[in-house]
């Protein structure tokens, strides 16, 4: 099966039609609903909280903190749960890990 993130290989990233990265710094971004969207309704991928592209296309941590992690959590979980938001929420809370890199720390 195709390995759509693992942490031990984030120098080698680029974002694709598989892979997405947001930096979430002061709550989710509300572009992560056109990329869930856009993945749901083709081959699907992983969305990467707490991280950015930077111009030569590599990627960065963006100082997320564990404190930020409940909020996010919440404020996604009650996101993938409003039928106003989304047509249908296609995961479980074991879909989305959480990793430390450096003092940061990176969601998928």
């Known amino acids: 099966m195709y390995e759509l993130f693992n942490i031990n290989k984030f120098d080698t990233y680029k974002e694709d039609n598989r892979r997405e990265v ?10 992560l609903w056109e990329s869930y969207s ?7 991928g992983v969305i990467i909280l707490g ?6 296309g590599n990627w960065i941590t963006t100082g997320l ?3 930020d992690k409940d909020k996010l959590l919440d404020e996604f979980w009650n996101q993938a749960h409003n039928l106003q938001k989304i047509s249908i ?3 479980i809370e074991s879909d989305v890990e959480t990793y430390e890199v ?6 998928d």
């Open 22 to 31: 947001k930096k979430a710094t002061g709550g989710l971004p509300s572009s």
């Open 38 to 44: 856009a993945m749901a309704n083709t081959s699907g």
């Open 51 to 56: 991280v950015k592209e930077k111009n030569d």
């Open 65 to 67: 903190k564990s404190v």
């Open 89 to 91: 929420n296609l995961l």
């Open 102 to 107: 450096e003092n940061d720390i990176v969601m």
